[in-house]
Structure formats: structure tokens, C-alpha cells
């Protein structure tokens, strides 16, 4: 019984920050890689970032120098650190799971920057 829940979206200004989180049970999340997705009103859902098990990012060009993907295997959880928002950035936020021949995927959690 795999889970993945998002969290930490919410109403910013533009500038401002927020940290999303991403916790998943059921997997041993070591073995895992994650990424952070994201899908505007009327857009395709984009790949923002990705971490691998070792640790190494990428990032969508839109982001860089902005957001930071980070995980922590001992808790569980992958964290989107969001800094210098624009509106642009509004979107629904995803996690996805990966590895082992499997995908999972999260809920979804409502990012809004708007003045």
C-alpha cells in the first residue's frame, strides 16, 4: 500500500517563498528517484525537478537558481524549496516516485502567487 502526499502549497506574493513537501510510505524511498511536477490551468504538466537516489538534480530552465529539490531518505520526504515566486509559477504541484519499475504519484498541492 504505496502513499505519496504532498504538502506545503499555499496563497504567496510574488517574491515570496514556500516549501513544498513530498512524503511517501510503503516503498523503501532509498531506492527511489523523485521529481516535481507541476500543471497550469490549460497546460501540460511539466517537470520542474529531479533527484536521484545518489542525490544529483536537474532542474527546468524556468527554475533554476529559484528552486531547490532536496530529500531526506531517513524521513521519507522530498522537499521543493521555492524562492523568488512569479505568477507564472502557479500551478498544481506533483510528486512522483520512481524506480523499480514502478511510478507513483501524488495528489497534487495548490501553489498561487498572485498580489
Known amino acids: 500500500q504505496v502513499q505519496v502526499v504532498e504538502s506545503g502549497g499555499g496563497l504567496v506574493q510574488p517574491g515570496g517563498s514556500l516549501r513544498l513537501s513530498c512524503a511517501a510510505s510503503?516503498?523503501?524511498?532509498?531506492?527511489?528517484?523523485m521529481a516535481w511536477y507541476r500543471q497550469a490551468p490549460g497546460k501540460q504538466r511539466e517537470l520542474v525537478a529531479t533527484i536521484t537516489r545518489g542525490g544529483t538534480t536537474n532542474y527546468v530552465d524556468s527554475v533554476k537558481g529559484r528552486f531547490t529539490i532536496s530529500r531526506d531518505n531517513a524521513k521519507n520526504t522530498m522537499y521543493l524549496q521555492m524562492n523568488s515566486l512569479k505568477p507564472e509559477d502557479t500551478a498544481v504541484y506533483y510528486c512522483?516516485?520512481?524506480?523499480?519499475?514502478?511510478?507513483?504519484w501524488g495528489q497534487g498541492t495548490q501553489v498561487t502567487v498572485s498580489s
Open positions: 512522483n516516485v520512481g524506480g523499480l519499475g514502478f511510478v507513483y
Open positions: 510503503g516503498i523503501i524511498f532509498s531506492l527511489y528517484a
